[in-house]
């Protein structure tokens, strides 16, 4: 089964990056700088921002689908993410490493399933998620603090 793992345009945050600390603060957004190589994972990229870079922490509606799984969560976002990643049918280096809760929505947004895996075996849990026709796409989530890491389609 063939599966693509994607980041978020870095245009939803572009206007973002000019404001102060007060225009953002009144949006909820805060600017952080990462003090370590983990715990600082970027939603564009899908990598940890590294000790020093500077990110957005802000709430995103990761899933915004008129039914009851409607949700939303805080997500980084590094300065200077430019491209949203791409991976085919592989699973991105940060995420090997991750405890990651995956959810299984149809095309109404209805969730279908879940299941909680390590990072490493992440590939085989797309591919048997993918095999129930139901299944339109996933989320993936960090599943200790919960945070959106990225979705999954079918490809």
Do not use: K
Request: glycine share 6%; hydrophobic share 45%; proline share 6%.
């Amino acid at each position: 089964m063939s599966y693509r793992i994607t980041g978020l345009s870095p245009e939803l945050f572009a206007q973002l990056w000019p404001l102060d600390d007060a225009a953002l603060g009144r949006q909820s957004i805060r600017r952080v700088v990462a003090d370590s190589d983990r715990g600082f994972p970027c939603r564009v990229s899908l990598d940890n921002a590294r000790t020093g870079e500077i990110l957005l922490l802000l709430p995103f509606p990761h899933h915004d689908v008129a039914s009851p799984y409607r949700a939303s969560g805080p997500i980084f976002v590094r300065e200077g993410a430019t491209e949203a990643a791409v991976f085919e049918d592989r699973v991105p280096e940060s995420f090997l490493r991750r405890l990651l809760s995956v959810r299984a929505y149809d095309a109404s947004g209805w969730m279908q399933a879940s299941e909680v895996v390590e990072g490493t075996q992440l590939a085989q849990a797309i591919e048997g998620f993918f095999q129930r026709a139901e299944v339109a796409y996933l989320h993936l989530h960090n599943a200790r603090p919960g945070c959106f890491a990225a979705r999954v389609d079918r490809h």
